[in-house]
């Protein structure tokens, strides 16, 4: 008969072992390829632009009679700057805004579509000075390029309102990458009433 008890490799030691190299070769891959984020993105400034209209309504529309109907918009040109960092094509697919109004509620815009940018500037003409080009839906930005431009969105609130937010982020999604955030930067200019 042979004896076993001290020859050999312990069988725990062997797994714990094999873990561990394991585990280094992945971790150096992983280190070695990692590029950090594809994109880098910045909010340069915000402009806005009030509505508010109240409305009358008379005895041939039905409802109250003298009662008003109050309409708040807030219209947010926000001018931004997004540089590719990859060296692979980016495919600009979505933008949208997040507000939080004081309260806590959640307000939620998509940017002006292709079509509606321009409209924008036609039914609101005291915004047309600060109107440069607009940041499109579903372009492609190259590896090293930087792309600047403005978006569009309106949220159905008051100036007061608008005023009085705790938060405004701006989120731009790309296809099979993260979502970009650009912050609030501080500084909102405010274009004449309507």
């Known amino acids: ?8 490799i312990n069988p725990i030691l062997a797994v714990i072992g ?5 585990g280094g070769i992945i971790a150096g891959y992983l280190w070695s390829t990692w590029t950090g ?4 993105g910045q909010l340069l400034s915000l402009t806005t632009y ?7 309504t008379g005895r ?3 409802g109250l009679v003298g009662a008003k109907d109050i309409y708040d918009e807030e219209i947010v040109v ?3 700057k997004i540089r590719s960092t990859t060296k692979m094509p980016l ?27 321009n409209k924008v500037f036609i039914a609101y003409p005291k915004l047309a000075p600060v109107k440069t080009q607009p940041i499109r839906r579903n372009i492609t930005i190259q590896p090293g390029q930087v792309l600047e431009g403005q978006m569009i969105f309106n949220f159905p609130i008051s100036q007061k309102q608008w005023e009085g937010r705790k938060d405004f982020k ?11 955030i650009l912050d609030h930067p501080g500084k909102v200019a405010t274009v004449g009433k309507n």
């Open 18 to 22: 094999a873990i561990v190299i394991a």
């Open 1 to 8: 008969m042979s004896d076993r008890s001290g020859s050999g």
């Open 91 to 117: 495919y600009l697919n979505d933008m949208w805004a997040n507000l939080t109004l004081d309260d806590g509620t959640e307000v939620h815009s998509s940017g002006a579509s292709n079509q509606s940018y």
């Open 78 to 80: 926000a001018d931004v």
């Open 60 to 62: 041939a529309l039905g």
């Open 170 to 180: 701006i989120h731009v999604r790309f296809l099979h990458h993260r979502i970009l």
């Open 37 to 40: 984020p594809v994109e880098q």
């Open 50 to 56: 009030s509505i508010h209209r109240e409305l009358s």
